[in-house]
């Protein structure tokens, strides 16, 4: 693109390269605005003789149309896109769920010319109309061969993002001590509700139980045969990990283990197992306190019955440190 003076009559359908204001600050056009004839006109009635334009030259693509095109490949799921002023497309959720990155990708398409895309972090939780992620182009224009570039790469392996809406999800919560279940869930419950509440949900089936482990697997079991989204154990002991009492009921009812220990502080202690496809969780003195920590960072994709991985509770620790 060649930006140049020119006389206002002369400028229809150039792009604007700068803001044009009104004597006292009001704007009148914005920088990258495709001047119509109306706006001529509009420019002549302010006195205006001359404007700073450019236009696109051959192989080069509008920053507008850029971002769209990029912005249709980037995500998946309840989202909508919409144009925005400035080179920008934002994507936005529709319904109430959990942002789903693809974080090596998307530093790989901002490592190439011309287009960048920002989005929420990972495991995010996001409510309808809330902004995703935004995709901004370099000013006015870009060459249309890094644009197609990062198409092809999003093609290949995209989408990026994922906004995965929350369908009815349902918690479970099993509440156990060693002398008396009914203790822990009058320490834990009012917290569990509160903890629950920030994702518009309230507690399932609630159970309690003594912590031996022929009574935590059969409130399991019971707890499992209702088919909830997931199953939340609150201890009031502070479990060493699979091979303590809450880790051996688990396995006694078959659950797979998929990670013990978080690189999230508070919630380091945190085990993850699955039953068929239904994720257990237990995090040892997460719901003492309403304060954010590892159980509220895994919710949202558990929420929203996504499967996560042993790996991706590994990958937590980049931003873990809560407190």
């Known amino acids: 693109m060649r930006p140049q003076t020119i006389d206002v009559r002369e400028s229809m359908g ?5 803001t044009i204001f009104r004597t006292g600050g009001k704007k009148l056009l914005s920088k990258g605005h495709v001047l119509s004839e109306d706006d001529v006109r509009l420019l002549e009635d302010e006195g205006m003789e001359q404007v700073w334009v450019t236009e696109l030259e051959e192989g080069e693509v509008s920053e507008d149309d850029a971002v769209m095109q990029v912005a249709r490949e980037v995500g ?3 989202l909508e896109i919409r144009l925005a002023a400035g080179g920008r497309a934002n994507l ?12 090596e990708l998307l530093k790989q398409i901002n490592c190439t010319a011309s287009i960048v895309i920002s989005t929420m972090l990972n495991f995010s939780h996001v409510k309808a109309g809330q902004r995703v992620a935004t995709v901004k182009s370099a000013p006015f224009a870009i060459p249309k061969a ?10 290949e392996r995209g989408p990026l993002l994922q906004a995965r809406p929350f369908r009815q999800p349902a918690v479970a919560v ?11 869930r009058q320490l834990f419950e009012n917290i569990m509700r509160q903890r629950l509440e920030r994702f518009g949900i309230a507690p399932g089936n609630i159970v309690t139980a003594v912590e031996d482990e022929a009574s935590l697997a059969r409130a399991l079991h019971l707890l499992v045969r209702t088919k909830p989204t997931g199953i939340l154990i609150a201890s009031t002991t502070a479990p060493a990990g699979p091979d303590d009492t809450v880790g051996r009921a688990m396995a006694n009812i078959g659950c797979h283990l998929e990670r013990f220990l978080a690189p999230v502080e ?6 993850l197992g699955y039953k068929q496809d239904i994720p257990v969780i237990s995090a040892p003195g997460c719901f003492r306190s309403a304060r954010p920590n590892v159980v509220d960072m895994v919710l949202p994709p558990v929420l929203a019955r996504y499967r996560v991985s042993g790996w991706e509770i590994a990958s937590l620790g980049h931003g873990g440190l809560l407190a």
């Open 14 to 18: 150039r792009i604007l390269c700068c």
């Open 266 to 271: 508070p919630g380091n202690l945190f085990l």
């Open 76 to 78: 998946c799921g309840c």
């Open 174 to 184: 099993l509440y156990c001590d060693p002398i008396n279940g009914d203790r822990a």
């Open 92 to 103: 936005t959720a529709t319904e109430q769920g959990c942002a789903l990155v693809y974080d």
């Open 146 to 155: 890094q644009m197609e570039a990062v198409l092809s790469i999003l093609k």
